[in-house]
């Protein structure tokens, strides 16, 4: 028999925190809210929220999140990992928010301002996203499932296997990435009724 | 490709959930977490809560009727993001970034701000720097006055020398991230949207646009939404008249081919 998932959000003061935690709570995990080492050795899956400005997160997420055991249960043990909106873009290289400033790197590419075609900025609202590459943490969503995005800026990546889902706002842009054990999303699966919830499950019968 | 956003806007007084009309007319509908269940999970897209009260203390403190429907907001926030996974917007009473980081602390996504930046605009740029412009939603109520549609600021109670257009700009300006376009006049009028109003605005600014005000009937979504470029919808009375109300407006938009989420693919777990 499987054990329950063990999920840990980390909290760097920038993520809405309370959503993501409102909605794992009612799912069948153990929810924890803590950037402590001893809480991110004992999480089977990591989630990264997000709200917010690029180089402000990445500040945070310096000051706040003990990196090396962060990088240590994500890039060594190999656990489920999941970046949501700007907790997805950080993993880039760089991003090109208000300045230039350096991400975690774990996935190639940088984030940019989306170019809209004169289409409103923020893109806000419900889209669909087209699925490019298959991934557990999809499955069930059928071809096109609608999310909720707030974002000004998107990846881009000329590395064609991470992008497992992108959107169409003016540009097509990685709605989507997995690589191995990392997942990120540029949308907020947590404000994303059932969709959301969905995505949720998927990633915590990841392993 | 992008929907567009059919919005149910919640109007909180004194901790009841009210009817409005004209911004001075108050009808009680009762309890507000149990409104959230009905309308919230049957294909909305977001939900927006406005606290229209007058008096500063409200709570169960002040209750004597002894009621316990009566809610302070912050309770109905932490209440509705536990029910309900989608957007939230909450506004009325908001004078400080404390009173917008208590906000989204307790489970709100974005916050709508209306009066305290028509008194001090440098508001929003210290909101927008602190919380990001994409929680940041400036309210603009407009009334004609003296035949031009004139900002309104006091809930609706007193014009400035703001034009809505010249407003919705500064506000962009400043770095909000939405303008939710509020009607006086068409407030509880059910004669439909200010079409005039609203292509107006939308065409004055790149941020979106959230129209409100005057939906009497569902064919007033689709007029506002096929003649102007809004980028949502809102309403309050008109969702409390029929059980199942958004579906049933969503599902009249996605019939009518408007570029909305299927609300057959939304219904309740």
Redesign the interface.
């Known amino acids: 028999m499987m054990t329950k998932a063990r999920v840990c959000i980390l909290d760097y003061g920038c993520g809405?925190v309370?959503?993501v935690y409102?909605?794992v709570s009612t799912l069948d995990a153990e929810v924890t809210v803590s950037n402590a080492p001893q809480a991110i050795a004992d999480a089977s899956h990591l989630v990264l929220p997000g709200?917010?400005?690029f180089g402000r997160s990445m500040d945070r997420i310096r000051e706040l999140l003990p990196m090396a055991d962060l990088q240590s249960a994500v890039q060594r043990q190999g656990k489920p990992f999941l970046g949501i909106c700007v907790g997805m873009q950080v993993l880039a290289v760089t991003g090109r928010e208000f300045g230039e400033h350096p991400g975690l790197g774990w996935v190639p590419g940088e984030v940019r301002q989306l170019e809209t075609a004169g289409?409103?900025?923020?893109?806000?609202?419900?889209?669909?996203i087209r699925i490019e590459s298959p991934t557990p943490l999809l499955e069930g969503l059928g071809e096109s499932p609608?999310f909720?995005?707030?974002?000004?800026f998107a990846l881009r990546t000329d590395a064609p296997g991470l992008i497992a889902a992108t959107a169409?706002?003016g540009q097509r842009f990685p709605a989507v990435i997995a690589q191995g054990n990392l997942y990120g999303v540029q949308f907020?699966p947590?404000?994303?009724?059932?969709p959301?919830?969905r995505l949720f499950k998927n990633f915590l019968a990841l392993s | 490709m992008k929907k567009r956003r059919l919005i149910p806007v919640l109007l909180l007084k004194d901790g009841w959930l009210v009817q409005s009309k004209g911004f001075n007319r108050y009808q009680n509908l009762g309890n507000p977490i149990t409104a959230v269940k009905r309308l919230s999970e049957w294909a909305s897209d977001e939900l927006i809560y406005l606290d229209i009260s007058r008096r500063d203390e409200y709570d169960l403190r002040r209750d004597d009727l002894n009621h316990p429907n009566r809610r302070n907001i912050l309770n109905i926030i932490e209440d509705v993001s536990k029910e309900t996974f989608m957007p939230i917007t909450v506004g009325g009473r908001i004078r400080s970034l404390k009173d917008i980081e208590v906000r989204l602390s307790k489970g709100a996504d974005k916050v709508a701000i209306n009066t305290k930046p028509l008194e001090d605009p440098r508001f929003i740029s210290e909101a927008a720097k602190e919380f990001g412009s994409q929680c940041l939603v400036v309210s603009i109520d407009v009334k004609t006055v003296n035949g031009r549609p004139t900002v309104m600021t006091d809930g609706g109670r007193s014009p400035t020398e703001h034009a809505p257009t010249g407003w919705a700009r500064t506000a962009q300006e400043s770095g909000a991230g939405e303008i939710f376009l509020n009607s006086v006049d068409r407030d509880g009028a059910k004669t439909g949207y200010d079409l005039i109003l609203v292509d107006e605005v939308v065409k004055a600014v790149k941020i979106p646009v959230i129209a409100c005000g005057g939906a009497g009937e569902w064919k007033h979504f689709g007029e506002v939404l096929s003649q102007t470029a809004v980028d949502a919808v809102a309403a309050a009375n008109i969702f409390h008249y029929v059980d199942q109300s958004v579906y049933l407006a969503k599902k009249y938009l996605f019939e009518h081919k408007f570029d909305v989420r299927n609300p057959d693919l939304l219904v309740l777990r």
């Open positions: 809405n309370k959503s409102n909605l709200v917010g400005a289409m409103p900025l923020p893109h806000v609202g419900w889209n669909n609608d909720y995005f707030v974002h000004s169409e706002y907020h947590e404000k994303s009724q059932r959301g919830i």
